[in-house]
């Protein structure tokens, strides 16, 4: 018996003037990420289809399952669209199914089939009635959900509904650039800004030795395991090493973290515009620690204007850690490798910063020129979900 996999655009569905496109990356989304199978891929305004070999089915749900921009999907049973293959074909495939109550929705978008749906629902139900002993219809709890859509060129059956990811299709925005550390937060937030269809390149400071290759290794890990969702992603790694250090030798203790993070930002102010990024994504959380109070942000954000998005600063922690369990970056992230902002952090950092305080410390050292080498010396890897990475390689 042919099955298919039948996917549902949902949120997409409401870009009347960009659906072709909408629809078209997601198709190449796809068909990229199933570029290891024997697959065919049909779309159309309202649905995509992927023709498939049985024994692959379970692989290529996980692929589906991680694919932005797909609402629901179901596996059908196809057949041509006339009353006896479908009755044939129905009646074929029900026989592995255990049920006491069942109920049938026919939709018919081929006017020229000869029987309205609600008639049809009624043959249908006959059929099963005559044909299997002890069941009945129940419209409103039914044990199967029986949906048969009758469409122009072949008919569907299906049973089931699976859930897909949602959003918009990856790449249907431009390209945000991601600050990822080891920690929970950033790799929710690259995951949140990659379902509203973003792009993004990934930036890890490393202060290496403060650092360890662990912690890049960690970095890389997170990063595979976001690539899930995309292509390739490019991992930006920083060597944050001096400026951190020059920042420990010169500034004021309690303003350490604040210059350091804006430092953060000036790099990736730059590097947005070297690598064409429109947004800076970040794990920042309100309140989460001293950066993180409004009167810290603002300073911090002072010195880019590229907009900052946080896609988790208005979650609660818990609410971080639901999501990164379901993408599967928590186990990760809760290794215990040290972060360029854990080595060194003081013991009362300020929580109400001042910016002319930033200010008068950041002029102690020549920091303009350290931001240029940092840019001009990073390292870049392509970071996918199925290569696997020596990291010795890296350095
Ligand atoms: P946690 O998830 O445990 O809160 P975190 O990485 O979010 O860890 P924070 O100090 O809260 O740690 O940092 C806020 C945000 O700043 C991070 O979510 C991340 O986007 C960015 N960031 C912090 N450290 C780095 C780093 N070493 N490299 C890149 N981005 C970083
Ligand atoms: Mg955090």
């Keep these: ?21 909408f629809i078209n990356t997601l ?9 290891n199978y024997d697959v065919k891929i049909y779309k159309d305004r309202a649905r995509m289809k992927i023709v498939f ?27 041509e669209s006339n009353e006896d293959d479908i009755k044939n074909t129905l009646m074929d495939i029900i ?3 255990e049920f006491n109550t069942f109920k049938i929705e026919t939709k018919r978008s081929n006017k020229s089939f000869p029987i309205h749906s609600q008639d049809f629902n009624r043959v249908l139900g006959t059929l099963l009635l005559k044909n299997i002993n002890n069941i009945s219809v129940d419209v409103h709890n039914p044990d199967l ?88 992603i490019n991992l930006h790694i920083v060597n944050f090493t001096p400026i951190q250090e020059a920042i420990y030798k010169n500034c004021r203790d309690e303003y350490v973290i604040t210059i350091m993070r804006r430092m953060m930002y000036r790099i990736m102010d730059k590097m947005c515009k070297k690598y064409n990024g429109y947004i800076i994504i970040n794990g920042e959380s309100i309140g989460q620690v001293a950066s993180q109070t409004l009167t810290s942000m603002s300073v ?17 922690k818990l609410e971080i850690i639901d999501i990164a369990r379901n993408i599967d970056t928590y186990e990760t992230s809760i290794l215990p490798y040290e972060d360029c902002c854990t080595v060194f952090v003081p013991k009362h950092p300020v929580i109400n910063p001042k910016e002319y305080v930033c200010v008068q410390e950041e002029e102690k050292f020549d920091y303009m020129s350290m931001i240029d080498v940092a840019v001009d010396t990073l390292n870049t890897i392509k970071v996918s979900d ?3 990475l020596e990291f010795n390689d890296i350095l």
């Design 53 to 79: 070999k049985d024994d692959d089915l379970d692989n290529i749900k996980n692929v589906v399952n991680k694919i932005f921009g797909i609402h629901t999907y179901h596996i059908a049973y196809v057949c």
């Design 95 to 97: 026989k592995d199914y």
């Design 27 to 35: 198709y190449n989304n796809l068909k990229s990420k199933l570029s």
């Design 300 to 316: 911090i954000n002072s010195v880019t204007n590229i907009p900052v998005i946080r896609p988790v600063a208005c979650l609660d």
């Design 145 to 232: 959900w029986i949906k048969v859509e009758i469409r122009d060129d072949e008919t569907y059956i299906y049973f089931n509904s699976y859930t897909g990811c949602g959003g918009y299709p990856t790449g249907t925005q431009q390209l945000g650039m991601l600050m990822l550390s080891g920690g929970i937060d950033s790799p929710v937030a690259g995951y949140l800004a990659m379902k509203r269809g973003v792009k993004i390149d990934a930036v890890y400071f490393e202060a290496i030795p403060h650092t360890s290759l662990d912690a890049r290794e960690k970095v890389v890990s997170l990063c595979k395991k976001l690539a899930c969702y995309t292509d390739k």
């Design 1 to 21: 018996m042919n099955r298919v996999i039948l996917i549902k655009y949902g949120e997409l569905s409401t870009k009347k003037g960009n659906r072709n496109f």
């Design 386 to 388: 199925t290569d696997s």
